[in-house]
């Protein structure tokens, strides 16, 4: 992989994992919004949806280190 590639990949997955922990918040905020209106299966939905956001971002996190320790 080119250097400047690597150096863009870096960026990229800083960004990703930045982004996907503000969705993961959006989404335990309306999960705990949809279960207080009586809509338990749409927040269990839209909680689980934010445990895979937190495995995705471990993913890129796990990635991302080992893009930075194979300099």
Do not use: C, P, T
């Amino acid at each position: 992989m080119a250097a400047d590639d690597k150096a863009k990949l870096k960026i990229l997955l800083e960004h990703w994992i930045v982004h996907n922990k503000e969705h993961g918040e959006e989404f335990r905020e309306w999960a705990d919004k949809m279960r207080s209106l009586g809509e338990s299966g749409v927040g269990e939905k839209m909680l689980a949806a934010a445990q895979e956001m937190d495995r995705a971002s471990e993913m890129l996190s796990r990635a991302l280190g080992e893009l930075e320790g194979s300099h």
